[in-house]
């Protein structure tokens, strides 16, 4: 009877414990992200002083992987691609969207995670990132009105900082929320024939991500 009961209460006690993770864990997180530019755009040099560009938001899944180096300090690596739409502004205007974009931002933080063995926890990070960006397309409005253009995008590195929280579903599962804002500057060139222009970009997004993780 004694170990029946002894027995019950490991297996309330396993059933309640967190799914914090411990020094070598590998904690694994799918999440859903948002995107969201704040961009300050240069003028369309030289043919169009007057003329800026702005960017669209954008949705898509997301990976993450996070090493615990000790059970509070942990090195996240996420990796995630968007598009995103350019459009015309201030002269542009009528032209609409001028151009498309894929974005691939592969970031590495460092995370602290200030309460480890709580159900609740949040944590905050510093980093790098890196941005390639790839199958740049204009559009059929740029080329229509300008003549068939080819778009370039230059690749970026900058910081990047986050904050988050995971919260306990079961004993291995976990809920998450993180924000990070990513320092990304890119020059874009437009070559139609022998003109090219060029427009710099800040594109310093935020990105909030909601998800679910699991530790290994």
Known sequence: MKLHIA?????????????????????VRG???LVAPTEKSGTVQPSF??????????IAPELDFTYMLTNRI?????LGTTKHHVSGRDGLDSLGRIAGTWVLPPTLTLQYHFAPLAKVRPYAGVG?????????KASDALNNA??????????SAGYAVQAGLDFDLTPRIFANIDVKYIDIDTTARLTTGNAVNRVRVSLDPIVVGVGIGTRF
């Open 146 to 155: 300008i003549g068939k253009t080819a778009v370039r995008l230059k690749d």
């Open 49 to 58: 002083p007057g003329a800026h560009v702005a960017v669209d938001n954008s």
């Open 74 to 78: 942990g090195a996240e690596l996420i």
């Open 128 to 136: 790098f990132n890196y941005t390639f960006f790839y199958n740049d």
């Open 31 to 33: 999440r859903a992200i």
């Open 7 to 27: 027995l019950g209460a490991a297996m309330i006690v396993a059933a309640a414990a967190p799914a914090y993770a411990d020094q070598g864990d590998l904690l």
